[in-house]
Structure formats: C-alpha cells, structure tokens
C-alpha cells in the first residue's frame, strides 16, 4: 500500500531502515554497500532502495532536511510499512573543540527548542530520547569494525541560518549539555516513542561552530563511510 510520499509496497521494506538526510547519500550506500538491490521509492526524489549486506535484508532512504521532514517519512515506515528500526545517518555541525570534522557521534539524547512533538501529540520536555537497546547495540557494532564513537547529547534546531551572533551556542553547551548540531533526530525519537518502536542517531562531523573545519558537499554525500560501515553493522548483525 502507497503512501502519498512513498510508493512502496508492504514487504518491500526490511524491518531496519537506514536513513540520510540526503537521499542522494541513499542512493551512495545501496549502489556501493549493498546487493541485489531493489528501489522502492523515488516520489519526489526521496530515494528509498532495499537490498543485503552480509545477506542479511536492509533499507536505505532519505529523509529530506528538517523534522517536518523526517517527521512525515518516518511516521510513515513506523505506521504503514511495519518498520521496528529506523537509524539516522547524518551530519551535525560541531559545538566543541572535542568533535572534530569526520568524527562520528551516537546521540544519547536530543534537546529542541522545536514544537515539533507538543504539536504532534502534547508532549512538552524539551529533550526526547533514542532506543537504548538499538544505541546498546550500535555500541557493540562499532567496537567490532574497530571505528571510535562519540557519545553525547545534541542539538535538533529548526533555523540553519540563524540571525545574529552565535553566544546561543554556549548556551546550548553549557546549560543543555550539548555537543553538536543537526535538524532531525528530536521528531525521529518522538515518533518512535509514540508509535512503540526504535530509532537511534549516528551523526558525522561535517564542520564546526569553533574551528573552520568545514567538509565540501561530495564528501558529506560520500565520505560519511564510517558511520555507514556502523549503522549496517547494527542493522544485520545477529547474535
């Protein structure tokens, strides 16, 4: 059954679906991780392919920019495609000398000042928190493929570009705990939370709020491959 965002139908979807904001950084993991690969969707470009990765099944599909965004397809796979596992792959900006550009980061929560959730549903903290079994696990993935892990709370703003001098970010450092910025994990957890399933955040450093560390376009599409390498890892590894 279609949706009016996604042209997929039941069973074409895996049970653990990775998801970039980029759909074009979709389109990179399946035509370069992944076999037998099947596209699914491409409504309005938002790429979504289903292939094997050690012969296990896994997805891939863009998200697009912001909460509205991801807000809409991940609803959607929780609801209409009985996906269990959704884990973002994205990029942030860094708060801190501590993350560096290509560091990889697993958020351990996400603070929004986003209305995203009390519209959604009433809910009002302004913090919402991933699967801890699913972040357990992304834990255990990465110690396998040898690749560092980072992890801290961060920030899910609505604004990219924001007026005025950035003193909000010692703020967001020292009052909220956190360590670095993207545009989507708050409304993912949220969802999850509501619909009773799981979703975690891996993010790689594209650049920095403190150094002029900055990654060009082509590289946040291809170079993120470590947080890939994890997220597949988690995603078809079996005890």
């Given at each position: 059954m279609s949706t009016p965002h996604n042209s997929a139908n039941k069973g074409d979807i895996a049970k653990t679906v990775l998801m970039p904001g980029d759909p074009l950084r979709a389109k990179f993991i399946a035509e370069n991780f992944l076999t037998d690969v099947v596209q699914f969707n491409n409504v309005r470009n938002m790429f979504g392919y289903t292939g094997y990765y050690n012969g296990k099944k896994v997805s891939v599909m863009g998200s697009g920019m912001g909460m509205p965004s991801i807000g809409i397809y991940s609803y959607e796979l929780f609801t209409q495609y009985d996906v269990e596992n959704i884990i973002r792959i994205g990029s942030a900006g860094s708060y801190t000398t501590d993350l560096k550009?290509?560091?990889?980061?697993?958020?351990?929560?996400?603070?929004s000042e986003s209305s995203y959730a009390k519209t959604q549903s009433g809910y009002e903290d302004s913090?919402?928190?991933?699967?801890a079994t699913l972040n357990d696990k992304i834990v255990e993935a990465a110690k396998r493929v040898n690749i560092p892990l980072n992890i801290?709370?961060?920030?899910?703003?609505?604004?990219?570009?924001r007026e005025g001098n950035t003193?909000?970010?010692k703020d967001l450092v020292n009052n909220?705990?956190?360590k670095c910025v993207e545009m989507e994990s708050?409304?993912?957890?949220?969802?999850?939370?509501?619909?009773?399933?799981?979703?975690?955040?891996?993010?790689?450093?594209?650049d920095?709020?403190?150094s002029p560390e900055i990654t060009t376009a082509k590289e946040r599409e291809q170079s993120f491959t470590n947080m890939m390498k994890i997220a597949l890892e988690t995603a078809t590894y079996e005890d």
């Open positions: 550009v290509f560091d990889v980061v697993l958020a351990d929560s996400a603070f913090k919402t928190y991933p699967s801290a709370t961060i920030h899910s703003s609505d604004v990219f570009y003193d909000y970010v909220h705990g956190c708050f409304a993912l957890f949220h969802n999850a939370n509501v619909t009773g399933k799981n979703a975690a955040c891996l993010l790689t450093i594209s920095s709020f403190v």
